[in-house]
T-cell receptor, first 116, second 118 residues
Framework: KAGVTQTPRYLIKTRGQQVTLSCSPI?????VSWYQQTPGQGLQFLFE?????QRNKGNFPGRFSGRQFSNSRSEMNVSTLELGDSALYLC?????WGRGNTGELFFGEGSRLTVL | AQTVTQSQPEMSVQEAETVTLSCTYD???????LFWYKQPPSRQMILVIR??????QNATENRFSVNFQKAAKSFSLKISDSQLGDAAMYFC???????????????FGSGTQLTVLP
């Protein structure tokens, strides 16, 4: 069974640009969530999607947005990039609820964004 | 809001020895999940062990075991017979019990960097 796939793995942008990151969940997982990881702030929750709807959102500005497609794949977008957006962006998938739901999140390898 | 605290930013252990990583959390809920995740330098977060709060028995996965003290809101990870491959950042995490419509995100601690000495 394929794991969570994130693309691209690395990218460099300049301030003011925008970026789109992609995440393909494990087959059968309908929930996709995104986390930002930085040395200073640690791991912070961005948002969660399932059934193509944003279900929860962390404390991030509106420049951070996302969406989910009918096949559960998800994208997140950051507009008007700032230096502080440099981070590792992790995507995680999980079952929504029901039998077999252990509560575990399965993570991808992340997308490393550098903003210059 | 739930919080997770890992008070040991760095720990080291000799190969084949035992080490314990500490984690405390704060919640007003009675049912929840607790996890230890490992993030090696390759950076993919991998689940080490999980505990459901309603289960009194401490979880065990091979060389990894937890000491879950619900009343004290403590969730420590013990690694026995440490191996070089155990070197990584370890994160303690909390998640509400899964239910429709509830906030379901993981709340992470700040992490403990574990070094295994040969």
């Amino acid at each position: 069974k394929a794991g969570v796939t994130q693309t691209p793995r690395y990218l460099i942008k300049t301030r003011g640009q925008q970026v789109t990151l992609s995440c393909s969940p494990i087959s059968g997982h309908r929930s996709v969530s995104w986390y930002q990881q930085t040395p200073g702030q640690g791991l912070q929750f961005l948002f969660e999607y399932f059934s193509e709807t944003q279900r929860n959102k962390g404390n991030f500005p509106g420049r951070f947005s996302g969406r989910q497609f009918s096949n559960s794949r998800s994208e997140m977008n950051v507009s008007t990039l700032e230096l502080g957006d440099s981070a590792l962006y992790l995507c995680a998938s999980s079952l929504v609820w029901g039998r077999g739901n252990t509560g575990e999140l399965f993570f991808g390898e992340g997308s490393r964004l550098t903003v210059l | 809001a739930q919080t997770v605290t890992q008070s040991q930013p760095e720990m080291s252990v000799q190969e084949a020895e035992t080490v314990t990583l500490s984690c405390t959390y704060d919640t007003s809920e009675s049912d929840y999940y607790l996890f230890w995740y490992k993030q090696p330098p390759s950076r993919q977060m991998i689940l080490v062990i999980r505990q459901e709060a309603y289960k009194q028995q401490n979880a065990t996965e091979n060389r990894f075991s937890v000491n879950f003290q619900k009343a004290a809101k403590s969730f420590s990870l013990k690694i026995s017979d440490s191996q070089l491959g155990d070197a990584a950042m370890y994160f303690c995490a909390y998640r509400r019990l899964i239910s429709s419509g509830s906030a379901r995100q993981l709340t992470f601690g700040s992490g403990t960097q574990l070094t295994v000495l040969p």
